[in-house]
């Protein structure tokens, strides 16, 4: 469950699929608790900052994020994302566009492994 400011469907599916598919139990706790603090739109793709409750477990530092590709045909090349930490905790998720403008809301997208 997610708190505080707006989280859009798509920024809660792709940190639903992190969680899913980093086997880290830390990493997927806290994004379970995560609450919006701030969310930016930058027309390529979004930045949305992240806190987590005071008493959550620490994600282990050689814990990295498992980010999914995300395909619409809203988008010419679909979008990547990253998922950043600051000491152990989820810092913001970054959402960008793989070629051009990204519509600040999708209306339909799958998920899958990231291309290389």
């Not at 969680?19 to 139990?25: D, I, L, R």
Request: glycine residues 12%; contains cysteine.
């Amino acid at each position: 469950m997610f708190g505080g400011l707006f989280m859009g469907e798509l920024e809660q599916a792709v940190l639903d699929w992190i969680a899913q598919h980093s086997g880290s139990q830390e990493l997927a706790g806290q994004i379970a608790a995560a609450e919006v603090q701030k969310r930016d739109f930058m027309g390529t793709g979004l930045f949305l900052y992240l806190s987590v409750p005071e008493g959550s477990v620490l994600i282990p530092d050689g814990v990295r994020p498992v980010c999914p590709h995300i395909s619409s045909d809203m988008l010419m090349d679909g979008a990547g994302s990253s998922l950043f930490m600051k000491n152990g905790r989820l810092h913001y998720l970054e959402v960008y566009s793989r070629g051009g403008f990204m519509p600040e809301t999708l209306e339909k997208w799958d998920l899958g492994p990231a291309q290389s």
